[in-house]
């Protein structure tokens, strides 16, 4: 019988994981809903932030506080997804009708491959930050203040994200962007430099995910793809484009994940993948995924 | 840049012998491949005489990986520093004798990249047999890579030390062409859990297992003894290879609150677990890794790991001399960049190379069968203690006689804790958590 600081334990372990898959799918879901082209190389977006990380605490000596490294990262992030959806993505996009779908897919695969073997240059092994607050305890309970931290830090992230693409004019520019291209266009909108900017923010999320990641788990040059791989199961089961949907796929996925590793950890990802069929079997569409109707 | 530093001034020397002197003797220039970093080496050879210029009639060929990339690659990954260190100055002193030549003969490593992959040390250790054409091997690290290599290496039969590899499954399938200096996995805790039983203070004791050779290894061993000197095991978790997430491992051993926690498993997975069980306030009386190098060190952070156990194979306190000599063992160390504190598995590859040398000056000539015999039958002293690789009992064939022994780490230094004529400073418990 699981105690009940077990089972509040589990769910804040579940919730983070979870806010941790839902800051990489969403960038995913708003770039495909922009670009219409599944980047498979989103992940290295995450690798590289934990690269970044890294790097940036071994040159300090471990001296700064990891989390002020956001401070460079959401910038730098945002001009590297800026600048690969301008001189990728846009070029691909621009060939869509000539070049395969497929092969669409081949060349993000081959700038993943490239990105991760750069980067295992640099580090050819596992790495993690060594940070860590120290635990609070609430009555019962021993809870882990890095952990509160960036699940805290994963919430303001969502609603400022959230906030900018209700509240802002770039942010509805998106929104339109992804609805309806051509008429976002007719409106208006420059939708290349909206796309640009989706990239960016997509890119600097993912690499969110990957500082919080690194400063709690071991990780390697080449994690990107099974992550992305991750993410894109996430995104179909929360409905293609769908933001909230997205949220919802990586809690139940986080969530799933951490409860059935305190049964048999062996288990964790085959049930987690177990679910998320079941799922789309139920709702093909995905969770809040609109049904596309057959003429 | 050392190396660098070294190959030119050797150079130089090189040349000034053979202008002023001419009594340059022979000059090897060996190439290592590992992987995208190269480094040469320039082995000198001298004969007693300097009048007489004299080829050695063969250099004995020592073939070994090492993950330079990798998830081990921080833990051995500069071992081949060792290897080309001993290589040089086993090469200073004339070579190694081998009784069918009637001389000294140079030894040359290869050395390539296995990248912390079974497969790739397997596909490497068939080219080293068949394309170096090597005499003698030496080990990969670790027993899962091991394993790996088990089936090239017995099909080939050539001679292999292993190295940092004890799981018994590796010396249970009855291979006669692979030893190993040190004894089985198993039996590495035993003197940890004698200082555990004199001590007398913990009761409870929870394994908290990696599902790999060395885990797996460790832990059979650890939890019969456990049980043997009257601690009572309240938990035993396995997990996965490459797991990331312990939160509910640590749930675990929260409820069941046991004194010793004893993390059997790898330094990589053993500091993730580590560091994920301090930040969610798992404080056990004591916490025993028996990794505890520099590699898992610097990933859970110093300050974080004080007063934690973890076991060596040498320090020098031991009463031995080694089949070099202890100042040699030092001056290999040295010229490798290494030090014991933060990489004490060193010790156990030199342990190899000792018997290595021993096997080749005991055997008759380089033949295979006979470097197998050799090593079957030699009794020899290391660094460690006394060893004999040949050593058969139960179903386990060419293991040999030496065991860890308890380290702590106190304010950012070591000290051993057991056995007690070696014992450096007292051992601490329970750990004084802040």
Known sequence: MMSSAAIVELTLGGLLLGGIYSLLSIGLTITFGISKILNLSHGEFMMLGSLFVYLFFQFTGGSFNPFLSLIILLPLFFIFGYLFEKFLIRYLRSKAGEIQEGALLLVTLGAALIIEDLAFITVPREFGVPYSLPPIKILDLTISTTRLTILTLITCVTLGLHLFLRKTFTGKAIRATIQDWEGALLMGIDVNRISAITFGIGASLAAVAGAFLVMLYAVDAYMGLPITVKAVTIVILGGMGSIVGSLLGSIILGITEVYVSFYNPAWSFTVAWLILILILLIRPQGLLGKRIKRI | ??????????????????????????????????????????????????????????????????????????????????????????????????????????????????????????????????????????????????????????????????????????????????????????????????????????????????????????????????????????????????????????????????????????????????????????????????????????????????????????????????????????????????????????????????????????????????????????????????????????????????????????????????PPEIRTGQYVYPIPWP
């Open chain 2, 1 to 418: 840049m050392t190396d660098t530093r070294r190959t030119i001034s050797i150079a130089v020397l090189l040349l000034l012998i053979g202008l002023f002197a001419g009594s340059l003797l022979s000059t090897t220039i060996i190439t290592r491949p590992l992987g995208v970093e190269q480094i040469n080496t320039i082995t000198v050879t001298f004969t007693k005489t300097v009048t007489v210029q004299q080829t050695p009639p063969r250099t004995i060929i020592i073939g070994a990986t090492v993950p330079k990339t990798g998830p081990f690659s921080p833990v051995a990954g500069l071992f081949d520093k060792l290897y080309i260190a001993w290589q040089d100055m086993v090469n200073e002193r004339g070579g190694l004798y081998v009784k069918q030549y009637g001389t000294r003969l140079p030894v040359k490593v290869v050395i390539y990249d296995d990248e912390s992959r079974g497969e790739t040390a397997a596909r490497l250790y068939e080219k080293l047999i068949t394309e170096d054409k090597v005499d003698i091997l030496l080990g990969p690290y670790s027993s899962v890579i091991t394993l790996a290599v088990l089936d090239v290496v017995a099909k080939y039969r050539v001679p292999m030390v292993a190295t940092s590899a004890a799981a018994p499954s590796i010396y249970n399938r009855g291979i006669k062409n692979v030893f190993s200096a040190i004894d089985l996995l198993p039996t590495w805790s035993y003197n940890y859990f004698e200082m555990i039983k004199a001590e007398g203070k913990a009761k409870t004791i929870a394994f908290v297992i990696e599902d790999d050779p060395y885990g797996r290894g460790v832990v059979m061993g650890a939890k019969p003894k456990a049980e043997e000197i009257g601690l009572r095991i309240v938990a035993e978790e396995v997990f996965p290879i490459g797991t990331k997430d312990f939160t509910a491992i640590i749930l675990k051993l929260k409820a069941a609150d046991p004194d010793i926690v004893f993390v059997a498993a790898l330094a990589p997975a053993a500091a993730a677990f580590v560091k994920q069980a301090l930040e969610q306030g798992l404080r056990p009386r004591e916490y025993h890794v028996p990794q505890l190098i520099k590699a898992f060190i610097e990933a859970v952070g110093l300050k974080n790991v004080n007063y934690f156990t973890g076991e060596w194979f040498w320090t020098e306190d031991l009463p031995y001399d080694g089949y070099f000599g202890k100042a040699f063992w030092l001056e290999a160390m040295s010229r490798a960049g290494l030090r014991n504190e933060d990489y004490p598995w060193a010790a156990v590859h030199w342990l190899a190379l000792e018997v290595v040398s021993a096997a080749i000056e005991r055997a008759e000539s380089l033949n295979k069968e006979d470097l197998i015999e050799a090593l079957d039958s030699i009794y020899i002293m290391t660094i460690s203690g006394p060893t004999q690789p040949g050593r058969d009992y139960g179903p386990f064939t060419n293991v040999g006689l030496i065991k860890s022994f308890p380290v702590q780490i106190v304010d950012g230094k070591f000290r051993v804790i057991w």
